[in-house]
């Protein structure tokens, strides 16, 4: 029975996607549940698996070919036998030894020489059964013709052009992926027609550190072997903090402003295809726990490239961590139409001014950029020392002060 290959239905915010990859060719057996083809979106890269046990019958969209929403893309015949992948290999093989030019039917030895020799097989005069140029036609093709056949001669006459050795100045041209190209378009919107404004602050990271180290084990035995980090306490302290604000929290929609009664925050995980933001949906009533393990989740799935598009949907404000990476201070970029990011860094000992005294910290530069068109500075630089006081005295997080 066959049955047809549909692209995913698409959410609105996807208008299209691209075949990426086809693990399966046609005549190939699929086992139930296995992968068969790679559609890339602007924001994931999404895997069609196979209906049932049986062969790809045909392929109608080939790779880099772009595809609409539930677009018929191949058929499939379940129940049906077909060739494994070592069974299909000599197969292919085999159409390989008998290729044409154009109406001309070759031997493998036969086209072996007539490549060798640079000759024209149209001009070959075949013996073989149904018109088969056969390599006792090349010889005697060969033998008749003068030494220095004219299109060899001009092979040969003609200058080789130097090879240039490259050495450590090799270049690789690739195209670029779908999702890189649109985390390009996305910020350069953002730098282009935003008011982006950059505020910066910095903390003292040894009360939470101090916290950290206390409970760890505790925390980790509790629940169910998550490990606490930062991130989720950043996450919390953002979602109290953007209470406060909500000018923060909120959007720009055309000549709109949308204020949102919901804290929803996106995190950026670097992947090898980008960066990517998947969202923490109510973020205010998750459990430190519960971010922990969504973030780690998240992790996973963002290297595996099995993220959604719903997971990535959405988003009232973000979070991005660069101090995992070494950064000391950056400016991060706005994700529209979102209206601010926090942009944390590297933990790094510094010397500071304590009641008269210099004592060594662990200080973190804090970043938050904002669009000037719906936050005012001052709301900006409140909200970033509302992050501050809460990271340096985490008990204002439980207690909501």
């Known amino acids: 029975m066959s049955t047809e290959i549909k692209a995913p239905t698409f959410p609105e915010s996807v208008a299209d996607g691209t075949i990426a990859t086809w693990h399966k060719q046609p005549g190939e057996q699929v086992s139930r549940d296995e992968l068969i083809v790679d559609i890339e979106t602007d924001k994931v890269v999404l895997e069609i698996v196979a209906p049932d046990d049986g062969v790809i019958e045909s392929i109608l969209k080939q790779e880099g070919d772009i595809i609409l929403s539930s677009e018929v893309i191949g058929t499939f015949a379940a129940g049906v036998k077909g060739t494994s992948a070592s069974e299909a290999a000599p197969v292919e093989a085999a159409a390989q030894d008998t290729p044409s030019a154009g109406d001309i039917i070759m031997s493998p030895a036969a086209k072996k020489m007539v490549e060798e020799n640079n000759l ?62 649109s985390i390009a378009r996305r910020l350069l919107d953002a730098s282009q027609n935003t008011a982006m404004l950059t ?28 490990k606490l980090g930062f991130m989720s306490l950043f996450v919390k302290a953002a979602a109290e903090a953007l209470k406060r604000f909500p000018a923060v929290n909120a959007s720009i929609d055309g000549s709109e402003m949308v204020y949102h009664g919901y804290q929803d925050i996106g995190v950026a995980v670097s992947s090898e295809k980008g960066l990517v933001v998947p969202v923490l949906r109510d973020a205010d009533t998750m459990s430190l726990a519960t971010i922990e393990s969504s973030i780690r989740t998240f992790g996973g799935k963002a290297r595996d490239g099995k993220l959604t598009i ?18 000391l201070m950056s400016t991060p970029i706005l994700n529209p139409p979102q209206t601010a990011i926090l942009g944390m860094h590297k933990i790094q000992d510094r010397p500071m001014a304590v009641n008269g005294e210099v004592v ?28 501050k006081d809460m990271i340096e005295d985490p008990a204002r997080i439980l207690l909501e002060i």
């Open 310 to 327: 719903e997971e990535m949907t959405g988003g009232t404000f973000t979070i991005s961590n660069g101090g995992v990476f070494g950064s």
């Open 360 to 387: 060594i910290l662990p200080m973190m530069y804090l970043a938050l950029s904002y669009d000037h068109r719906m936050i005012d500075g001052k709301e900006a630089v409140q909200f970033l020392v509302t992050i």
């Open 120 to 181: 024209n097989p149209q001009s070959i005069t075949a013996s073989g059964k149904d018109g088969r140029l056969t390599k006792e036609d090349v010889i005697n093709h060969l033998s008749s013709a003068p030494k220095a056949a004219p299109v060899q001669a001009a092979a040969k006459a003609a200058p080789v052009a130097p090879v240039a050795d490259l050495g450590a100045r090799a270049e690789k041209r690739v195209p670029m992926t779908r999702l890189r190209a």
């Open 199 to 226: 505020t910066f602050n910095e903390v003292n990271m040894k009360p939470l550190m101090d916290l950290r180290k206390q409970y760890k084990e505790i925390f980790e035995k509790t629940h169910n072997g998550t």
